[in-house]
């Protein structure tokens, strides 16, 4: 019996192929829940494929309420769908939360299958709406929500953020350990950690001006030292994953952090870290880094395209990008670049620049890697969502309409539908030129068959030549059937 049921929704057609993580979103909400004498139960619909029976299961115990997160896209449908499993079997609130909901709350909280929308975080609220929940009081002395009054959809005043130095420690033991969590570790499994929220910098492509208010808060390094600590005695930790949008916006804290690290003798990565930040490494700083051993940073490039990069306020040049990655080349530190692709106003050829920078830094740098090449999607509360709303671009108007509002898919209509094609193509090729990709799918034949498809994908993606391209058109039905 629980007092309080938190799922996780499916991520996406990907996530079929890719081994899943620790849901630490959900660990992080459940944290002050359990100070506070209430019990969790999680259910990760990546996970458990029984997870309509372990809901009802847990539905039959009359939980205070069921709490569900969810980012713009797939994840949507499938809380949708265990929204609809709630609601069916019982009057058990249905709290939603997470970036969609906070940046479209209104529209959330219209939904007959969803009773509560909880804005940006929810560390203090939730626990806030237990209460109420199990005393029939009023949800209008709750804060920072959204909940419906007669039929209508009201917001309550805004909940200041918290101190992330007070929250408490993650309950890890929530987590179901099974092989499927083992990702590229050297033995065990690889540990998403949060220690700070948010960034200051002005993409105006990304969700932060909205969900954090383009603010950055982290804790400081002796609690994440704390927190390192307890994850480790906790869990079968084989590499810790820093999850930070930027984790060295302070670089002296970083350096704090990265020197206990050497300490804990594990290996780790981090997420965040800005072109400009690699650049104002020391020699000291990359020597540190190595010993402490690092696997790999991750830095969000974006376009190859001077004009692209000054259109979406990235704050870097081409010619600091190349610099970055001379410095780290022959560091032994391993550098993952992030790009996108069909931003409003962006040209075949600016297209072509930015897929040459990719393959240029590679090449310049044999210890760089890509993610996947993921197509622009004005999502609400960015600056760019605003600007295409100005160009008469209509948008989805229900929440189920915003679940195929997905990153592989090119969403902005002021392209052709052959442009919106080339964009896609060159999504899914992407994909088999993406080391971190390959690393993590689960399948050993899969895998086998990635790296054999990585040559014809690197031939069409450098001609931008997609004629008679079935392989995607395979793997769609594919995805479809697994």
């Not at 939980?63 to 713009?72: D, E, L, Q």
């Not at 939360?97 to 007959?112: N, W, Y």
């Not at 080339?422 to 399948?443: N, T």
Request: charged share 25%.
């Amino acid at each position: 019996m629980a007092d309080v049921v938190l799922i996780q929704p499916l991520l996406g057609g990907y996530s079929k192929i890719i081994r899943p993580v620790v849901p630490l979103s959900l660990v992080t909400i459940a944290a002050p829940l359990i100070e506070q004498g209430l019990s969790v139960r999680i259910i990760d619909m990546n996970r458990h494929k029984d997870w309509q029976l372990r809901l009802r299961n847990e539905l039959a115990t009359k939980p205070a309420c069921v709490g569900i997160t969810a980012k713009t896209g797939s994840q949507i449908t499938s809380g949708i769908q265990a929204s609809k499993v709630v609601k069916e079997l019982s009057d058990i609130p249905v709290v939603w939360g997470g970036i969609h909901p906070t940046i479209l709350p209104e529209q959330t909280a219209s939904h007959p299958l969803v009773d509560v929308v909880v804005l940006r975080e929810g560390d203090l609220t939730l626990p806030e709406l237990v209460r109420v929940f199990r005393s029939g009081g009023s949800l209008d002395g709750v804060n920072g929500i959204w909940h419906r009054a007669n039929g209508r959809p009201v917001a309550t005043p805004a909940r200041a953020f918290c101190n992330l130095d007070d929250l408490p420690l993650l309950p890890y033991h929530l987590v179901e350990l099974d092989p499927g969590l083992v990702v590229h570790a050297e033995k065990g499994i690889d540990l998403d950690l949060e220690t700070s929220r948010g960034c200051p910098m002005h993409c105006s492509f990304c969700y932060n001006h909205e969900f954090n208010l383009s603010r950055w808060r982290a804790m400081s390094p002796d609690i994440t030292i704390q927190r390192i600590e307890h994850a480790l005695k906790s869990l079968p930790v084989g590499s810790l994953h820093f999850v930070d949008d930027n984790f060295f916006i302070r670089l002296s804290r970083a350096r704090e952090i990265i020197r206990a690290l050497k300490r804990f003798d594990i290996p780790w990565e981090a997420e965040g870290i800005e072109v400009k930040q690699i650049n104002r490494l020391t020699e000291d700083d990359l020597r540190l880094m190595r010993a402490s051993r690092v696997r790999w940073l991750k830095c969000g490039v974006e376009s190859g395209s001077p004009r692209i990069l000054e259109f979406i306020k990235k704050g870097i040049t081409v010619e600091e990008v190349l610099e970055a990655n001379r410095r780290l080349s022959g560091s032994g530190i391993k550098i993952i670049y992030a790009f996108m692709c069909g931003f409003p106003t962006e040209t075949v050829e600016d297209l072509r620049m930015t897929l040459e920078l990719a393959f240029r830094l590679k090449k310049e740098n044999p210890d760089a890697m890509t993610t996947v090449t993921n197509v622009f999607s004005p999502y609400p509360g960015t600056p760019l969502h605003e600007y295409v709303k100005g160009l008469d671009v209509s948008f989805p108007e229900s929440l189920e309409a915003w679940g195929v509002f997905e990153w592989k898919n090119a969403n902005l209509p002021t392209f052709s539908s052959k442009h919106r094609q080339l964009l896609e193509d060159v999504c899914f090729s992407s994909i088999f030129l993406s080391e971190p990709v390959r690393e993590r799918v689960a399948s050993p034949l899969l895998k086998v068959a990635m790296d054999a498809y990585a040559p014809i994908a690197r031939f069409r993606t450098k001609r931008l030549d997609f004629r008679f391209h079935i392989e995607r058109r395979f793997s769609d039905l594919v995805f479809k059937l697994i």
